[in-house]
């Protein structure tokens, strides 16, 4: 694990903002300097948090309106004007990275309101690099994957499936289609307004269980019925992670959820039965993320570009 991404929903002075825990609880860590962070932008909670905002999804996230627009360019300058200068804030060759979650479905000016957002964080002296969770398995937009640095999927759940996978495996076969058909979509592609091509940065999760989310729960089970199954799915996201920026990294985004069942976290803390797929599968997930990405990791002695 060389990053962190902690989502970021509001502003401080809003009501339920998690800025609270990021800057009295995260940013305070004495051992903050073994790994980066980096902002999860949760459009979506942004939107529906934020008392005033009178958003209508029913046909995405539409950026012809103005609440959506304004806000969006409002936030990248909030985030470069407090925390792009924080120390362990990931950055490649010395451009913060804004992970933004939700805009898969966007509709309207989002192309004028990235270029803005752009320009706030330049009048900053930032250049964003900007990661989008877009990818579909149902159609590809060019003009929104050229707006951002680099594209990626929230999970193996992507948005445009025929139904979802029955296990990880099929979950990872399933997958490895989508990337490889994306990476053909997006090859030489540049993004908006420069030079760089698009970059792909695969996302993935050990399982997927909703049934257990809030009062009414979800009806998605995706399980991994054994630890080679979650191997396959983090090889694929592995093998179609492009290198960018001048070191060359190659970032996968693991996504997972410590408020949901168990079954979708790294490390579970309960007991719920059967190795797999219950979820009682102690170390095993921090045990392959070492095994398919590494040991190597941050520390005080690796510099930042």
Known sequence: MDAFSLEWTTPREISGSLEENIDDAFLKAPNLDRIRWVIFYD??????????????????MNFDDPEVYNTFVADFDHFARKYFKESHYLSIDGRPVVYVWGTWNAIGNFSG???????????????????????????????????????????????????????????SLEQE???????????????????????????????????????????IYVPALNKDQVIHMAEVARNYSQPTGSKGWKLVWINTWNNWAEATTIEPTADLGDKYPAGNYGFDMLEIVREVFGPETFSNSISTP
């Open 113 to 171: 309101a990235f270029k803005e957002a752009r320009q706030k964080a330049s009048e900053q002296g930032y250049d964003v690099y900007i990661v989008g969770d877009i990818i579909r398995s149902d159609r590809f937009n060019k003009q929104l994957a050229s707006a951002y640095d680099a594209n990626t999927n929230f999970t193996f759940l992507i948005p445009g499936m025929n139904g979802w996978p029955k296990d990880v495996e099929q979950a």
């Open 177 to 219: 289609k989508i990337l490889k058909k994306w990476q053909a979509n997006i090859q030489d592609l540049k993004v908006t307004g420069r030079e760089e091509t698009i970059n792909l940065q695969p996302g993935w999760a050990p399982q997927y269980d909703d049934r257990l989310r809030g009062k009414d729960g979800g009806n």
């Open 43 to 60: 459009l979506v909670l942004r939107v529906l948090q934020t008392p005033g905002l009178t958003v209508d999804f029913s046909q995405g």
